[in-house]
C-alpha cells in the first residue's frame, strides 16, 4: 500500500557541533550559500511526552529547491537533538515537509504507523518530529508557519542568483 505525499522533501537537517565551521564547511566545500542565520532560537514543546525548552542557533542554505539546515544546540535539555546525556547528536538529523495543517499532517503521519518524538514551537513556527521505532534514526519533520512557503522561495531565489559575496546573513 503506497501513501503518496503532497509535496516533495523540502529540507534535510543536520546537527553540528559548532554553526561557524558548518556554515564555512557548506560554503568551502560544497559551495552551498548564502546562509541566513537565526540566532537564539527557542523552542518550547514536548519531547517524549516530557515537556522542554530547546534553544539553538540555525542556518539556512539551498542547493537548488532544497534546504539544508545546520543547528547548532545550545542547550542540555531532553530533546531530539542530543543523547541523555544532552551532548548533541551530531550529524544527519530529519528531512523536512511544509505543510499547512500541522494536525492533519501529525494524523496522516500517525496513521501510517509514526510516533511523536517532538512537538514544539515559538510565535512563529509550529513543528512536529516523527519516527518508528522499527527505524532508529530515521525522524520525519512537519513545519508550520505563516509566512513559511514565502521564506523559503526567497531563500531559493537568494541561492539560484547568489554571485559569491555576502555569504552568511544573520537575521537574530
Known sequence: MTHPTAEPVMQVGYVV???????????ERAGVGPWTVFRGVTLDGRYRDQDTTVTMDVAMGY????????MQITSTTPS???????APLV???????????????VEAARSRGLEVLFRAGNPSTQV???????????V??????????????????QART???TDPIRTIA
Open 17 to 27: 557541533a559548532d554553526l561557524d565551521t558548518g556554515i564555512r564547511q557548506w560554503l
Open 63 to 70: 542547493s537548488g529547491e532544497l534546504q539544508i539546515e545546520l
Open 80 to 86: 531530539p537533538y542530543a543523547t541523555e546525556n544532552g
Open 91 to 105: 550529524g544527519p538529523h530529519h528531512v523536512a515537509w511544509i505543510t499547512d495543517d500541522l494536525a492533519a499532517s
Open 128 to 138: 512536529a518530529y516523527l519516527h518508528s521505532a522499527d527505524q532508529p534514526g530515521v
Open 140 to 157: 520525519f519533520e512537519y513545519i508550520q508557519g505563516e509566512g513559511l512557503r514565502e521564506m523559503v522561495a526567497h531563500g531559493i531565489e
Open 162 to 164: 547568489w554571485d559569491g
